[in-house]
């Protein structure tokens, strides 16, 4: 008699378990190298011109730049300053749109008139000029950055949110509870956000990515953080002057690294996004 | 005796001269006239495509009449709180929030009673944990009717409500319905194609190509 290996193992034994096995994988990933980055010795990639532009080895992982500062450690602080960034810029930026997004949608015609100018609004300038005005105008650095992100960033996601309220509005499980005597806002807190929560993570996890390159990117113009903060916008941009030396692990490594941290940001959301969908939870 | 005559002639809900139609194309209702009186069960019937879901949709004031109006007890229905009149859908599966667990869509209202659940075959163990997507409609739609049984409803509008269900499931829940509406007094307006049904349940029926003067026109 032969048994049939049903089982994968003790605990993953559907695909419920694994799911929630790979989120908190992931999430221990990310807040592993949040808490190295933060609490890091600066000694640790400081300057030493004994071992500059080396190539990655045993002792330097991902080599060392021409200062001499160890690349490993430089990327894990960037990582780190770019996922706190990342983080709170789309975790704000989402929470306001999620926020608008269903004001608009519950009060009123003219609410939603009046949100639709702001959209038109924000998205009628180029993000770019936006973020440099507002970064300049907060007086670089962090908060800047972030700031500008937020404000320029929750129209997408604000406008399908209120959209994904219009038409729920018309929907009879949302015209009976109005019949059953319940308010306006707890009709958009018990009947509509629920449905809204997908897009809302989705929006929120795109919006990550986003928010890191928008940080490297007026960083890279100069408009951002101070070059001597080890962010991956710096890094990157950098390392560009030195990839035509033929120093690669410049660019490639912390590339990589960044291209990694973005893809278990959205593994973490897609994930999440399963288990709190009911037509996936028995499976 | 006398005296209940006289209850009975106390007029429920009233439609006055309701025309309906969307935007600026063409009438669905015209100039109907509807009168429904206290422990009266009315069914509408009338073909496919002749308002009768519009008609129950603005009697239940879901949808505002473009001409004339809709009392209820001779007054306009209220428009805040729970409304007296509620309504029981041909889809279930419509009709309740496919992200609620079962016992939300249930308790929503009001807390339906063990009795209730029971005549209603409502299974609690199996079914108050589970999402809509995982009951039949069957199933779905005995929810359906417990919910807008709260003591509060004193007319139910069930707009083809059992045309969907199997004949057994059809049965069960139209007696829990009847018994309940003979207990308490309920007003019920049926709306249905089946004129076997209608003639089942209803004291007084309806055909809606009568009232509707849009037949009429030609």
Redesign the interface.
Known sequence: MKKTPVLTGHGLRNRRSQTIFIVTVALATLILITVAGLTMDPEKYATDFSVKNQAPSAEHLFGTDWMGRDMLMRTVKGLSTSIYIGLLASIVTSVLALFLGVLAGTIGRWATTAFNWMVDLFMGVPHLILLILISILLGRGARGVMIGVIVTHWCPLGRIVQAEIMSLKNSQYVQAAVRMGKSKWWVAMRHMLPHVIPQFIVGLVLMFPHAIMHEASITFLGFGLPPEQPAIGVILSESMKYLTTGIWWLALLPGLSLLAIVVLFEEIGSNLRLLIDPFSAQE | MTEETAAAKRVLLEAKDVSFRYGSGPWILRNVYLKIYEGERVGLVGPSGYGKSTLSRIL???EKPTKGQVLWKGAPLPK????P???I?Q?PE???????RLQD?LN??WTPDDELLAALRINKELWFRR????LSGGELQRFCVA?VL?PQTEFIIADEMSTMLDAITQAQIWNVLLDVARKRGLGMLVITHSMALAEKVCTRIVDLAELNMVGHDA
């Open positions: 239940s004031g879901y805040e709180g729970y409304c009149l509620q309504m859908y889809h419509k009709a309740v929030n496919p992200r609620w869509t929503e209202a999402w809509p997507n995982e919910r709260g």
